[in-house]
């Protein structure tokens, strides 16, 4: 997820004019100062007792305060802050999803009702449907991981093989999710895509898991097929910080999936935020109102005598 980590300026030469504006307002607020003579002959205390209309020198000081506001806003603005790629044009194609379903011996139980396994399986075929026509791919788990079926815009065929995979064809037993990770990531390539993992729990050497987010930066989702009040969880939860993922509970309902599929469709937008020449979101017009109401209020009226009554 794109967050304020990532502000910078698109333009930041211009901020050398910050400190050009800072003595500009300087010297103008020195040249206004019409006790600036005797300031430098008499004593402030002094000066202060023998001048009037303080109230208007703090409406002054008020005003060029507001100026110099004014123009260091405007100097950001022009500067280009940003923290928010744009969506490329470019980039029509679905985002291909690789799911990767544990099926390790601790799927087989039934405090989910009928089992682990059996929730699993739905919800990936839950996810398919949802998904209709865009590119989705298939890992199986336990002790080692092992491609099923890779993106495929024929989402019931994942569905349909999701079906079939359960503990008892694992040729080994075991919770190797970094593995699976990183044939998800292999199969996928050097293309856009993100992985959405299905499993009860995590084994507690997670270590390597840490290993694979230094190495990879692809975005991981992961839906715990858990009680929230189960140590599973909690295992679960651990491994979503190791991999800065993000984790959902399965649900009774559809909620989960509805979640996911948002997920994994908005991360499509992100991918190529930090590639070299994506275009960045101008945001300096947020400035721009600001500036308009500052400068509304730097008008006063100027009371003077009419002719008539000078004559």
């Not at 790629?85 to 379903?101: C, N, Q, R, T, Y």
């Not at 009702?113 to 449907?129: C, Q, W, Y």
Request: proline share 7%; aromatic share 6%; net charge negative.
């Amino acid at each position: 997820m794109i967050e304020f980590s990532h502000f910078h300026f698109i333009r930041p030469a211009w901020l050398v004019l910050i400190p050009v504006a800072l003595a500009l307002w300087s010297v103008r607020r020195a040249a206004g100062d019409p006790l600036r003579g005797w300031r430098g002959i008499m004593q402030p205390e002094l000066l202060d007792a023998l001048t009037v209309g303080q109230g208007n020198r703090s409406q002054r000081l008020s005003r060029e305060t507001t100026v110099l506001v004014a123009w260091l806003l405007a100097v950001i603005a022009v500067a280009g802050p940003t923290w928010k790629p744009e969506p490329s044009p470019f980039v029509d194609e679905p985002l291909p999803v690789m799911v990767v379903l544990k099926a390790s011996e601790s799927m087989n139980q039934t405090d989910l009702m009928p089992t682990r396994m059996e929730r699993a399986r739905l919800k990936v075929a839950d996810f398919g449907r949802r998904r209709t026509a865009q590119p989705l791919g298939l890992i199986a788990y336990a002790g080692s991981p092992h491609l099923v079926l890779p993106p495929t815009r024929d989402t019931t065929v994942v569905a349909g093989m999701a079906a079939e995979i359960g503990p008892e064809i694992m040729p080994k037993p075991g919770d190797d999710l970094a593995a699976a990770l990183t044939l998800a990531d292999n199969t996928l390539g050097a293309g856009r895509g993100v992985v959405l993992v299905f499993a009860d729990t995590v084994a507690e050497n997670s270590s390597t898991i840490a290993d694979f987010r230094e190495q990879c930066k692809r975005p991981v989702f992961i839906l715990a097929i858990a009680r929230s009040d189960s140590p599973e969880w909690d295992a679960l939860n651990e491994a979503a910080r190791s991999l800065d993922a993000a984790i959902s509970l399965i649900t009774s309902d559809s909620s989960d999936i509805d979640r996911l599929v948002r997920q994994t469709t908005s991360a499509s937008g992100s991918l190529a935020t930090l590639e070299d020449g994506a275009r960045w979101e101008e945001a300096g017009w947020w400035l721009v109102p600001v500036l308009a109401a500052i400068v509304l209020g730097t008008f006063r009226r100027e009371i003077g005598s009419s002719p008539q009554e000078q004559a």
